[in-house]
C-alpha cells in the first residue's frame, strides 16, 4: 500500500526497479508478506513473484526479511535468503531478477547511501608484461620444408609387384597346373583303354616309337 505523505519518514521499501517504480509501502507494527496476490499486505503484480514470496517482520527497532520458499529467491545487497535477516538502513532489496526495492529505517530521509569508499576511483591496473615466447624476434626462422620425393612407377622396385599382376601370375600357374593334370590323366586313361591300342597304334603310333623304342617299348597293334 502506499505510504501517507505525512508519514515521509516512516519505515518504507521503496520500488526502484519493478512494474512500478517508485512505488512506495510504508511498514507499519504488524508482519506484512509479500507477493504477487491481491491478499498480500504488499502486492508487487511481477511476474518473478511468487504469490506468497516473502514477508517483513517488526524486530525492536527495525524490520526482519525472510523468504517464504519461492521460486526466484528473495535477495538482500546481492546475498540470497536462507533464513531471516534483519535489514539495516539502505539496503537493497530484490525478488527474483527483475523486482528491486530500497529499505529505507524509519526517521530517515530517503537519500542515497553508500560508503566513501566508493568515491574513491579505481587505479588503472599496469600494461601486463608480453610473454617472451610471444615476442616476434624469439621466433625461430621457419625451416623450408623440403619437396616430397617424385614417385615414379618405372622406379618401383620389382618386388613391389602391384596386386592385379600377383594375381595373373596365379591365374597362369593355376591354368597351367590344370593342363597338366588333364594332360596326365588323359594319357592314364588312353594307356588303359584297350590295352592301349587306342594311344599307340593310332596317328601317334610313330612319335610314340621314336620316344619309347630305345627304353624296348615295342606296341602290340592289330
Not at 521499501?13 to 512505488?23: D, T, Y
Not at 588503472?124 to 615466447?133: C, F, G, K, T
Not at 593355376?174 to 593334370?181: G, K, R, S, T
Amino acid at each position: 500500500m502506499d505510504a501517507n505523505p505525512s508519514a515521509t519518514h516512516a519505515a518504507r521499501l521503496v520500488v526502484e526497479q519493478g512494474p512500478e517504480p517508485e512505488q512506495t509501502f510504508a511498514l507499519g507494527h504488524a508482519p506484512q508478506t509479500i507477493g504477487r496476490s491481491a491478499n498480500n499486505g504488499i502486492v508487487i503484480n511481477d511476474a518473478e513473484i511468487s504469490r506468497r514470496h516473502a514477508q517483513i517482520t517488526p524486530q525492536g527497532d527495525g524490520y526482519v526479511l525472510e523468504d517464504l520458499g519461492s521460486t526466484n529467491g528473495s535477495f538482500v545487497n546481492g546475498i540470497r535468503l536462507n533464513q531471516p535477516i534483519a535489514l539495516k538502513h539502505g539496503d537493497t532489496v530484490a525478488f527474483g531478477d527483475t523486482v528491486r526495492l530500497r529499505y529505507w529505517a524509519a526517521g530517515m530521509a530517503s537519500e542515497i547511501v553508500h560508503a566513501p569508499a566508493d568515491d574513491v576511483p579505481t587505479p588503472a591496473l599496469p600494461p601486463e608484461p608480453v610473454p617472451v615466447y610471444a615476442q616476434s624476434d624469439n621466433y625461430p626462422e621457419p625451416t623450408p620444408a623440403a619437396p616430397p620425393p617424385a614417385l615414379d612407377e618405372f622406379d618401383l622396385p620389382e618386388t613391389a609387384a602391384s596386386p592385379s599382376r600377383n594375381r595373373i601370375l596365379i591365374g597362369c600357374g593355376c591354368l597351367l597346373l590344370l593342363a597338366c593334370v588333364i594332360c596326365v590323366g588323359g594319357v592314364l586313361f588312353l594307356d588303359s583303354y584297350n590295352q592301349g591300342q587306342l594311344l599307340y597304334c593310332g596317328g601317334l603310333r610313330p612319335f610314340w616309337e621314336t620316344a619309347l623304342g630305345p627304353l624296348g617299348f615295342n606296341p602290340i597293334c592289330p
